[in-house]
């Protein structure tokens, strides 16, 4: 088994036959129960990076990583717990992965290590719930297993990537209709706003992103004018990240979907940017500018305006 585990760096290197990465991994699996916390860190440890390669996240599943990865959650080593979850991460990006995953039983271990007092953890557990929630279902047993309180907590953490991934998991978590009234209900909202000035560009596509999708439900479309989004996302329609910028024209184009704030957007100014993104060189963001002025000319003085 250690053999396999000098293996993995040929792995990384390159990748070998399809047969040749399942028999490493299914010889590293066997290492995940080893009384020995030296050795489920190796492990752990080449699984997380085995699975960076995306036909290695089937063959992982495949192998029977995701029961003891799930089951090392609770490890009382923290470098195994970082890692078992880092792993969990990327195994989940596949997408049948999502349903075996939470089928073994992640969610709950993973909503608890939210609240870990160790970062890494807290940022792998954090975009393992996100990966998870790419999955309908999932969205539903995410919440149910009581994620959102934690994960909008985790918007205020002062690490950038694990307020990255909690407003990415917010995000994906709000799909589901109910959800966006339970995320807003917690919370959420306010801290979102905040992030749509953050330093870092990926924080404040996934703040965006997450408010697009929040924005969906009627009362949400107020509660997030209220809490003074407004002015902020018309500042990202400048954004210079194309992502920042779709999230941003996309977010506004459903706060709009309220006739006040068809008003409110106006007077924040978002006409002229959301005029000049139509001739932005990206589609989504002159798909997303052109719904927002839509919207916006629902309202009689925008028409003129517009």
């Known amino acids: 088994a250690m053999t396999a585990i000098r293996h993995v760096k040929d792995i990384d290197r390159e990748l070998p036959q399809a047969k040749e990465t399942e028999d490493t991994l299914t010889a590293i699996v066997s290492m995940l129960t080893s009384p020995s916390s030296a050795i489920r860190q190796q492990a752990t440890m080449a699984i997380m990076c085995i699975t960076r390669e995306e036909a290695n996240k089937h063959t992982a599943a495949t192998a029977g990583a995701i ?61 393992a719930l996100r990966n998870i929630s790419f999955n309908a279902e999932n969205q539903v047993l995410v919440a149910q297993a009581g994620a959102i309180g934690p994960l909008v907590r985790l918007l205020g953490d002062g690490d950038v990537t694990v307020s990255q991934q909690a407003a990415g998991a917010l995000k994906n978590i709000a799909v589901d209709a109910e959800n966006q009234v339970l995320v807003a209900q917690a919370g959420a909202i306010g801290p979102l706003v905040r992030l749509l000035g953050d330093g870092d560009v990926e924080v404040r596509q996934q703040a965006a992103g997450a408010l697009l999708i929040i924005a969906v439900n009627a009362e949400n479309q107020v509660l997030v004018a209220e809490a003074g989004a407004i002015g902020p996302l018309v500042r990202l329609l400048g954004d210079g990240d194309v992502t920042v910028r779709q999230q941003a024209a996309g977010a506004l184009r459903n706060i709009v979907g309220n006739a006040e704030n068809q008003v ?33 000319s629902f309202n009689a003085e925008n028409q003129v305006l517009v």
Do not use: F, Y
């Open 67 to 127: 029961g003891p990865l799930v089951r090392l959650l609770g490890d009382g080593d923290v470098t195994v717990r970082r890692q078992a979850a880092g792993a969990l991460k990327n195994i989940a990006v596949n997408a049948e992965n999502q349903v075996l995953v939470a089928q073994a039983g992640a969610i709950g271990p993973l909503v608890r290590l939210l609240g870990d007092g160790d970062v890494e953890v807290r940022q792998q557990a954090a975009g």
């Open 264 to 296: 409110l957007v106006a007077q924040a100014g978002a006409i002229a940017p959301l005029v000049q993104l139509l001739g932005d060189g990206d589609v989504t963001v002159r798909q997303q500018a052109a719904g927002a002025l839509w919207n916006i």
